[in-house]
């Protein structure tokens, strides 16, 4: 069985004084993945740590949680931005929407316009309350936002390892050399570890 971690969301701000948290939902199931008892290692300010759901509750289309470790409200603020991953079972979620995918499998794939020529590496998505936006390494080391819509993103082949992308004209031409920013810093390589 091969199994993938999974954002499936980030918490948000502090509600109330008892430790209950707003979450901004990255998954379309939680009521399956925030079922009392579902726990989650994270990375938090303090370090890492285990958040077990309490409990939880939908109020005007917005979900709170309550974890058993987290009691006060200052407690809960500190895990503000806090990314709550899952492994959940590839083979069963394809099954179940084969249409479906995860980032986890999406960073690293090359970007290709729909008439064939290369446009960068998937970097990742910046999740926005509009839109998600993926964010596509060019090869001249540009960070480019492209909105993920099936209008701008046509098609994810993760069988064939490819992201085609029709994007608006102009947004992958590089700026004129007067108008570019900054060189970008450059630091010593790093390990990169899948995430």
């Known amino acids: 069985m091969s199994t993938l971690d999974v954002i499936v969301a980030t918490i948000g701000r502090a509600h109330g004084l008892r430790g209950e948290v707003a ?3 990255r998954t379309d199931q939680p009521e399956e993945r925030f079922q009392r008892g579902a726990s ?13 759901v309490h409990g939880t509750r939908l109020q005007q289309d917005r979900w709170y949680v309550s ?3 987290v009691t006060d409200r200052s407690d809960a ?3 503000r931005g806090v990314e709550l991953t899952m492994a959940v079972d590839a083979e069963e979620e394809a099954d179940e929407d084969p249409d479906a995918w995860y980032l986890s499998q999406l960073k690293g ?7 064939g020529r ?13 839109q998600d936006l993926l964010v596509v390494r060019t090869s001249d080391r540009r960070r480019v936002q492209l909105p993920l819509v099936e209008q701008l993103v046509p098609e994810i ?10 994007p608006p004209a102009g947004l992958f031409d590089a700026l004129p050399e007067d108008e570019q920013g900054p060189e970008p810093e450059t630091s010593a390589p790093s390990s990169r570890s899948k995430g």
């Open 118 to 130: 290369d446009l960068g590496i998937v970097q990742g998505i910046d999740h926005y309350p509009a």
């Open 109 to 115: 794939l090359p970007v290709r316009h729909i008439d």
């Open 77 to 79: 603020e500190s895990l």
């Open 67 to 69: 974890f058993e470790e």
């Open 40 to 52: 989650f290692a994270v990375d938090a300010p303090t370090g890492r740590r285990t958040l077990t």
């Open 157 to 166: 082949d993760l069988e064939a390892g490819i992201v085609t992308a029709n």
């Open 23 to 25: 979450l901004i939902l």
